[in-house]
């Protein structure tokens, strides 16, 4: 590993005592799935140099001097001008954003060579506080449904390391970002249909009434998504991990179920080795 680890001891979940050094190991140990999902993505780094008992920071712009092995790319601004982006490449790069603090990366919906034109699809199903997860797998289920039913597209999913799930459609980069959101939006609204006491499309929280919100905001140019395989900045190291779809159905699972810790002894498959293959054109 050509990557330089500083400071490995440094606790960064005082909850376990977790360090810099066990991050470092994570994300390399998972880098031969993770990588091929993340890889010419523009990433924003989400640092923590205190660890997670501090306020973190997000970071969009690539700092300087950084190591040979660390790809970049000049990236349009949507609002003025360009800034300079990592790309994840290679392992050696993800042990240099953990050694960066960098416990969660975020990643685009489109690549560094075509950035306007995203070839991921992403719902992010946002349960209010104390509904049951069985409720957010429900509509999962109803959303997949929908998408591979009616819009004649393939579903994925994952858990967000949080309280919900993130349900991924791989595209053919052929629309631009408003024309995905708009898509988006269609299916969500059949999906509603469906199910309409359990989800809804309000974006104000005071007006869900306690509904699972459909969230398609991370539709949009420069817009970004937690990386599948990210560490999320919560108590036990919790991980956004890929699925495969009838995992769902395990009356124990949570989002936050699996750990930087067991993970490993955990998850012996990638759920989503298919998932570039598995991209279609948009027909509506």
Sequence with gaps: MRAEITHP??????????????LVDYYVSVAKWMLPLIKDRPISMKRYPQGISKEGFFQKSAPENLPSFVKTA?????????????????????????????????????????????????????????????????????????????????????????????????????????????????IAAMALEESPKLCTLEVRKEKRQGKIYLDIQRNGYGQTVVAPYAVRPLPGAPIATPLFWDELEAPTL?????????????RKRNPWASIDRSARKLSF
């Design 9 to 22: 001891d440094k606790v960064l979940f005082p909850k376990g005592k977790i360090t810099k050094q066990e």
């Design 74 to 186: 000049k990236i349009t601004r949507k609002e003025k001008g360009k800034t300079t982006m990592i790309l994840c490449s290679n392992k050696d790069t993800l042990a240099y954003l953990a050694n960066q603090n960098c416990i969660t990366p975020h990643v685009w919906l489109s690549k560094a060579q075509k950035p306007s034109h995203p070839d991921r699809m992403v719902f992010d199903l946002d349960p209010p506080p104390r509904k049951s997860f069985g409720a957010v797998v429900e509509v999962a289920f109803v959303l997949k449904e929908v998408i591979e039913k009616k819009a004649k597209l393939k579903a994925f999913v994952t858990t967000t390391g949080s309280r919900g799930l993130h349900i991924v459609v791989p595209i053919k980069p052929t629309r631009t970002f408003d024309e995905v959101r708009a898509v988006a939006k269609q």
């Design 254 to 266: 949570r989002s936050n179920s699996f750990c930087l810790r067991d993970f490993t002894k955990a």
